[in-house]
Structures are given as structure tokens and as C-alpha cells.
């Protein structure tokens, strides 16, 4: 069964909505706005069954998936860095700023063997043009990337 993202963006008075957080020029606030996921969802809701327990909502293993390939992550690696970056959880749908992982590695296993190597194919091109062909020469993990820019900031 097709799972959905919250459409209202009701504030809960017990938790923080990611628009706070976050600078609306950030990169992956303006990509989150460029990507048509009304498109996707129609695109790969046919990989969903009818009946049954809702499974991730597309938009949220699409996004996670993005950023993977974007940051060239494990798929263990991916969910452990997400719920510390609410540019990360913005870009995939969250409306509020979660504190745990959004589900097991497993699932994105599950969904790429669902959606076959076209379905892949289709999220990589999305990446290279959302975010263009990564530089994998210079950083080789995410971690490494934060490193050499704290420490360029902090030195210059």
C-alpha cells in the first residue's frame, strides 16, 4: 500500500517544525522545491501493492536514496546521518524535525530490488541533475566532507 506524507503542515505544539530550522537558499531547501514529487510518486506508486500495511512514503525513501548516491553513503550510513540534519529531513518530506531513524536499511534494499535497475536509473539521473556528478577524487564519505570544511572555516 502506497504510504503519504503529511500534505498539512499542522504544528504540533510538542514538536519543531523544520522550517524554523532551516535557510530557505540552502541547497537541498531549494532542491526539495525544484524536484516534482507528485511526478515520482505517480511515477513508481505502480511498485506499491493495494492492500496491506502503508509502506514508506515514496517521496522519503526517493529523497533518502538521492542523498545517498548524492554523498556515494552507505545505506547504514545515510540513516545514521539523517536524523541529524534537518536539511536532510526537509528534503524528504518531513514536516517536523524527527530524532530517530525513519526505518531500517533493509527497506532501502527492498525498494531497489523493487523497483528494478530502470527505477534506479531514473533516481540516479534525478541526482546528477539535481546536484550534478559528485567529486568522488577529493572527499571519499560524507564525514570526510564535514571534516575539511569545519576545519577550512575555522583556519580559512
Not at 510538542?14 to 514529487?37: C, L, Q, T, Y
Not at 511515477?43 to 548516491?69: D, Q, T, V
Request: aromatic share 14%; hydrophobic share 35%.
Amino acid at each position: 500500500m502506497l504510504g503519504r506524507t503529511r500534505n498539512k503542515r499542522q504544528l504540533d505544539i510538542f514538536e519543531v517544525p523544520i522550517e524554523r530550522m532551516i535557510n530557505k537558499n540552502h541547497e537541498f531547501a531549494i532542491g526539495a522545491e525544484s524536484i516534482d514529487w507528485e511526478l515520482l510518486e505517480e511515477h513508481f506508486s505502480p511498485y506499491y501493492a493495494h492492500k496491506g500495511r502503508p509502506g514508506i512514503p515514496p517521496r522519503k525513501i526517493i529523497g533518502m536514496l538521492l542523498l545517498k548516491e548524492r554523498f556515494n553513503l552507505s545505506d547504514e550510513k545515510v540513516l545514521k546521518i539523517w536524523p541529524e540534519n534537518p536539511y536532510w529531513q526537509y528534503f524528504c518530506g518531513e514536516v517536523n524535525f524527527q530524532t530517530d531513524k525513519p526505518f531500517a536499511a533493509s527497506e532501502l534494499t527492498r525498494f531497489r530490488h523493487r523497483v528494478g535497475p530502470e527505477g534506479m536509473e531514473m533516481i540516479k539521473n534525478i541526482t546528477i541533475r539535481q546536484f550534478g556528478k559528485p567529486d568522488f577524487r577529493k572527499y571519499e564519505t560524507y564525514s570526510d566532507r564535514r571534516k575539511k570544511s569545519f576545519w577550512k572555516k575555522l583556519i580559512g
